[in-house]
């Protein structure tokens, strides 16, 4: 069961603010675009076909930190840990590094919702095969 992931990504120019560095705001881009490719990653090890299964994720709470400038062209190695499950929640710290050291560093926590009659969302269990497939990172286990 996957409990981290790297993904790599290179800095594209309309990822850039005036001063030729990425905008803070497309950190938060990077996480959720990491987060996509761990979990089809995740999902097809496991067996899972995309097209099985629909749930609706919001975000809850994310962070970011930021430690060096990163610019056009640069690759950033995206690593992606979980480092919390509940029934209903999962939380990632997704590290973003440069030649060998790290530039930033984000969390990101999502809920499992489901649409209720009235058309309210409610807090959900993960899904099965969702659940079956996560696996908190060591370093973040009690």
């Known amino acids: ?4 992931f790297h993904y790599q990504r290179r800095v594209h120019f309309q990822d850039t603010d005036t001063a030729g560095l990425i905008h803070f705001s ?4 990077y996480m959720e675009e990491t ?6 990653a995740a999902l097809a090890a496991a067996g899972v076909p995309r097209t ?15 430690f060096k400038p990163v610019g056009f062209g640069d690759v950033l190695d995206c690593h992606l840990r979980v ?7 999962v939380g990632y710290v997704i ?5 060998g050291e790290e ?3 984000g969390r990101l926590k999502f809920v499992c919702v489901e649409k209720a009659a ?5 807090s959900a269990p993960i899904p099965p095969d969702l659940d079956s497939v996560l696996q908190v990172a060591p370093e973040f286990t009690e």
């Open 52 to 66: 099985e299964g629909y749930f609706v994720t919001p975000r809850v709470n994310v962070a970011a930190e930021f």
């Open 26 to 29: 497309n950190y938060f881009r």
């Open 83 to 89: 480092s919390s499950k509940g029934r209903s929640s």
């Open 35 to 40: 987060e996509t490719e761990f979990l089809l």
């Open 118 to 122: 009235e058309g309210v969302f409610r």
């Open 103 to 105: 530039v930033a560093r």
């Open 95 to 99: 590290s973003f590094w440069k030649d």
């Open 1 to 4: 069961m996957p409990h981290e």
